[in-house]
């Protein structure tokens, strides 16, 4: 049973902890790879992207396991450089190992990774990023292999066509391995790429300027295993107080990581939500949200993030007028508007541009999750919904959330579903 059951109508209140975060958890693991001891990844969140990227490690010769939300990477016995399409069709980000495999064990090799329904997602900088540090790039057997032979990966001057998250962190993956210095520019500058230089220079790596667009890297220090706190996900923080803007409630968050909602948050009072900081706590009252946006693009850090537009959207179909989201990321990030539709939402899908004609209200059916941050709209929206909402596709849910059922019951919503036993059965 994949499914999520949920009542609406009830405004959510209460206080609740953010979980670490997916996308700086997961560049961490593919670094652990670098040193030949062990790595701590503290708060680490248990949920199916994670557990897919350990197994991937332990097929390379790590040796993983928990202690609670503490996950423990022993990588002193590296010994195969293959990543078999088996993990890379289920998790994209697994490109992100091709660098760091390469730089542990000269060549590394990933199978090819799927596309998926909010975009083409190709690769293309990642392998020029690695071409301009010495690998060959092959095709080898329906897989991508780079190949430094024994010289391994030379440092070099790197300008990015444009910003990608992912081919920053395979260029600094692999600029820790090169000899000499690598110079990275037209970086992206979200934050998961500075926790990763964060984490990095802890193990003893030179990284300067990481989360800025020039990122100076000096090679081939020697690495150690260290222990390392994730910071909290701030896409999950946008999700929950996403949940009390539906249901009209008011949310606490215990550990916000403040300095990176900013964007969220001018468009969170937009819509009339208001908050307030104290003692680190983010407190946030909905009451008033129902007010449209009149235009919203999403853009690359410190920008609004494409990853909390599914979640706006499902928000502003009860707000009063008519808002205009433009997605500027990927390709095809409108797919819950399809869903949202069947509760009686009124969007209007034109390419990247999204028209939302607010209603007063949504109503509950059956309606599917295709991918995680949708997903995770359909939720808010049933949540703030007339009657009952099911939703089925759920293990693309709980990719990136840990315990959504969880937290959303505690914070007084009617929502049920055996989330954790799904990701469970799919690893
Ligand atoms: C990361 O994906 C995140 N994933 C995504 O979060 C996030 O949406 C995205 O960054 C943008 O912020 C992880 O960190 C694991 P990109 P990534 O490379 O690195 C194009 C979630 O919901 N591009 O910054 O794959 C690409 O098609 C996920 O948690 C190329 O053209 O994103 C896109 O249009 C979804 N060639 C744009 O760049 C390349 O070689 C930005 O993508 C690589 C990317």
Known sequence: MDQIRIIGGSPLSGTVTIQGSKNAALPMMAASLLQEGVCVLKGCPRIADVFCMEEILKTLGAVTYWEDNNLYLDCSHIRNFAVTTEYTKRMRSSIM??????????????????????????????????????????????????????????????????????????????????LGDTWLYHCAKEPEIYWLGEFLNQMGASVSGAGTDVIHIQGRKKLKGISFRIPPDRIVAGTYICAGAATRGKV?????????LEAFLKVYQKMGGQYKVNS??????????????????????????????????????????????????????????????????????????????????????????????????????????????????????????????????????????????IYEGNI
């Not at 606490?252 to 990176?260: A, D, G, M, R, T």
């Not at 095809?332 to 939302?356: H, T």
């Not at 089925?392 to 959330?401: A, Q």
């Open 280 to 421: 680190g706590k983010l407190t946030t009252d909905s009451s008033r949200v129902g007010l449209p946006v009149p235009y919203l693009e999403t853009d690359v850090f410190p920008g609004f993030p494409t990853d909390l537009q599914s979640q706006v959207l499902a928000v502003l179909t009860t707000a009063e007028g008519m808002s205009h989201i433009r997605e500027t990321i990927f390709e095809d990030r409108f797919k819950a508007a399809r869903e949202l539709r069947k509760m009686g939402a009124d969007i209007e899908v034109q390419g990247q541009d999204a028209w939302v004609r607010g209603r007063p209200y949504l109503t509950g059916t059956q309606v599917r999750a295709e991918e995680l941050r949708g997903g995770a709209a359909l939720v808010l929206a049933g949540l703030g919904a007339v009657g009952e909402t099911i939703i089925s596709g759920c293990s693309y849910i709980t990719r990136g959330y840990e315990h959504i059922c969880e937290d959303l019951a505690g914070l007084g919503g009617k929502i049920e579903g055996n989330t954790r036993k």
């Open 97 to 178: 190992l091709l660098g760091a495999v390469t730089g542990r064990m000269e060549k590394g090799c990933i199978g090819y990774p799927g596309g998926c329904v909010i975009g083409k997602r190709p690769i293309d900088m990642h392998l020029e990023v690695l071409k301009r540090l010495g690998a060959e790039i092959l095709e080898e057997g329906g897989v991508l292999c780079a190949d430094t032979g024994k010289k391994g990966f030379r440092g070099a001057e790197i300008v990015f066509e444009k910003s990608s998250v992912g081919a920053t962190e395979q260029g600094i993956l692999a600029g820790v391995c090169a």
């Open 252 to 260: 606490i968050l215990k550990n916000p990581p403040l300095q990176e």
